[in-house]
């Protein structure tokens, strides 16, 4: 079992950034594909980006269309943190946000989905005023 900890959600205007964190502790870090997952009132859980576990700190990226080109993934190994930078926030944003392991070594295709992740952190929340 691979314990989460997501931190430094909270409030910022539309326009502004934040940048999230999740630390695990667990020996594999560098095993795991990474997720950041976020979930608003009443929707779905939604897919934001992955992480790959292979290539150390620089992993393969991918990212839902919605925030492609305004979040950006990374994880460092040494510090058994993952991390997300979001920038250029809208009040849609506005949601908890959830990090995400899967197994390790995972190469399915699964990774956009919860279902592909087998460990998460109680969230963090991220509010975006207009």
């Known amino acids: 079992q691979v314990q989460l900890v997501e931190s430094g959600g909270g409030l910022v205007q539309a326009g502004g950034s934040l940048r999230l964190s999740c630390i695990a502790s667990?020996?594999?870090?560098?095993?795991?594909?990474l997720a950041w997952f976020r979930q608003a009132p009443g929707k779905d859980r939604e897919f934001l980006a992955a992480?790959?576990?292979?290539?150390?700190?620089?992993?393969?990226?991918f990212y839902a269309d919605s925030v492609k080109d305004r979040f950006a993934i990374s994880r460092h190994n040494a510090k058994n943190t993952l991390y997300l930078q979001m920038s250029s926030l809208k009040p849609e944003d506005t949601a908890d946000y959830y990090c995400?392991?899967?197994?390790?070594?995972?190469?399915?295709?699964?990774?956009?989905?919860?279902?592909?992740?087998?460990?998460w952190g109680q969230g963090t929340q991220v509010t975006v005023s207009s």
């Open positions: 667990t020996m594999t870090f560098n095993t795991l594909p």
């Open positions: 992480i790959s576990w292979s290539g150390g700190d620089g992993g393969s990226t």
């Open positions: 995400a392991a899967a197994l390790p070594y995972y190469t399915g295709n699964r990774y956009r989905t919860p279902t592909g992740y087998v460990n």
